[in-house]
């Protein structure tokens, strides 16, 4: 099991840049894919990236292709998500989750099993 712990959030003009990160606890994070999700008010819980066991492959959802870059460090337990030229609708609680399959291609939330409790990102105009 992995406990998870977002931080990193806050409030930025549009342009800007935020780098999250995602702290686990337990011994098998390096076992897990993981993945970042946001939700704005009213919305759904979507999908935003997510990265392999190994970091070798990564996924993204077209909205923030070529802005958003996740990554991970094994060694200390923590995966990052760092977000350039923020825009207001990447305004949202984003999430950190963890599962043990290795398909990053099944990206619904149900598919993930550990969540952390969600850190504010608000990007103004």
């Known amino acids: 099991q992995v406990q998870l712990v977002e931080s990193g959030g806050g409030t930025v003009q549009a342009g800007g840049s935020l780098r999250l990160s995602c702290a686990a606890s337990?011994?098998?994070?390096?076992?897990?894919?993981m993945g970042w999700f946001r939700q704005a008010p009213g919305k759904e819980r979507e999908f935003v990236a997510a990265?392999?066991?190994?970091?070798?492959?990564?996924l993204y959802t077209d909205s923030v292709k070529g802005r958003f870059t996740i990554s991970r460090d094994n060694a200390k337990n923590t995966m990052y998500l760092q977000m350039n030229s923020l825009k207001p609708e990447d305004s949202a609680v984003y999430y950190c989750?963890?599962?043990?399959?290795?398909?990053?291609?099944?990206?619904?939330?149900?598919?993930?099993?550990?969540w952390g409790q969600g850190t504010q990102v608000t990007v103004s105009s």
């Open positions: 337990g011994r098998t994070f390096g076992s897990y894919a």
């Open positions: 990265i392999s066991w190994s970091g070798g492959n990564t």
């Open positions: 989750a963890g599962k043990i399959s290795q398909d990053l291609y099944d990206h619904h939330p149900r598919s993930y099993s550990y």
